[in-house]
């Protein structure tokens, strides 16, 4: 985060050449999308991840919509099946999220599908957003451009309002259209409907030629493995621990001996930029327990210390 106000970049070649040059840095852009303004970051980049729910302020960490620019850039990150390719045909670029497996080897960070072994995908339809993927040429992680729990922006005046300097820049392209989000459909089973949005489930339905499931609050409460949302390690997860039991793993945090070193120098970006490597390795280990420093529930450290007691809570099974 700089200090000063965010600049404002022109809706130009030269506007999407500089923003494009503050994504690849590792920095953060608001930019229009035809639903909403999106706070973006290089998806490829822990630590840029990471500022998006510092600058957001996000009490925990929920997965991100990733952008592009085109379809063979992003088929590059997922499993692309046939359901995938007949809705991409119809509604690309457009308001549609799809939830697809990752590629194993896909550079996309961790932090972006908290965890998970899935990612949502769009290619957004505003020319500016688009001018700007074309010129990263990557995948961008942007949810909208508001300090959480605010309304989301539609224009650059209410990104300014909400987030100040917490953005490093925002390209001016006026005010955006719609202003619901994007409608996110599930393909990693049978087709669900994850989020209402502006393309129905009637229109879904029909360019699939099938029913899709809808996911009511109720059932991704009783089935959260199945259906979303958060991933847990195997291992169980004992929080603030000061000394390490016989045997456990250390997950640490700041001048201690540890096994993974969350942030030697209490950074809670770094921390929240390897929290999810980190917990995947370690629990790779196949160890019976996965010790952690304290956190300070400060910042960043309360979306962190959030992810870490929901791993830490008893489950099922
Ligand atoms: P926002 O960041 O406000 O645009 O919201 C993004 C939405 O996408 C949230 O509702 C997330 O839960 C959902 N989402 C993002 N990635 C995934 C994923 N891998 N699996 C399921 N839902 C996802
Ligand atoms: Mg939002």
Redesign the pocket.
């Not at 929920?62 to 919509?65: F, K």
């Given at each position: 985060m700089n200090t000063s106000s965010p600049d404002l970049l022109p809706d130009t070649n030269a506007g999407h050449a500089t923003a494009a040059g503050i994504l690849r840095s590792g920095r953060l852009v608001a930019f229009p999308t035809e639903t909403v303004y999106g706070l973006g970051a290089d998806a490829c980049d822990d630590r840029a991840v990471a500022r998006i729910f510092e600058a957001k302020g996000r009490p925990s960490f929920?997965?991100?919509?990733v952008h592009f620019a085109n379809l063979d850039t992003l088929k590059q990150h997922v499993h692309w099946t046939p359901e995938a390719e007949l809705l991409a045909q119809t509604y690309w670029p457009g308001p549609l999220?799809l939830?697809l497996r990752k590629q194993a080897d896909s550079p996309i960070s961790e932090l972006v599908?908290a965890g998970?072994d899935?990612?949502?995908v769009r290619l957004p339809a505003h020319d500016s957003a688009r001018a700007i993927l074309r010129s990263f040429g990557g995948g961008v992680a942007a949810?909208?451009a508001n300090r959480s729990g605010q309304i989301s922006p539609t224009s650059a005046q209410h990104v300014v309002a909400s987030l100040g300097a917490r953005v490093d820049a925002i390209l001016d392209g006026g005010p955006c259209k719609v202003g619901v989000?994007?409608t996110?459909v599930?393909l990693t089973d049978k087709p669900i409907l994850?989020?209402p949005g502006g393309i129905t489930e009637q229109e879904l339905a029909e360019t699939l030629g099938r029913h899709l499931a809808v996911r009511h609050k109720a059932e991704a409460i009783s089935a959260p493995g199945q259906l979303?949302?958060h991933y847990a390690p195997k291992a169980l997860v004992r929080l603030n621990a000061t000394e390490w039991e016989p045997g456990e793993i250390r997950l640490g945090f700041g001048e201690v001996d540890c096994d993974l070193n969350l942030s030697r120098t209490e950074d809670l970006v770094e921390a929240a930029a390897h929290l999810f490597d980190y917990l995947h390795r370690l629990d790779a280990m196949g160890g019976g327990t996965i010790a952690v420093s304290p956190i300070p529930h400060e910042g960043l450290g309360i979306a962190i210390n959030d992810r870490l007691s929901r791993a830490a809570a008893p489950r099922e099974g």
């Open positions: 929920n997965p991100l919509i999220t939830v599908s998970l899935t990612i949502a949810p909208s989000e994007s996110i599930g994850l989020r979303m949302s």
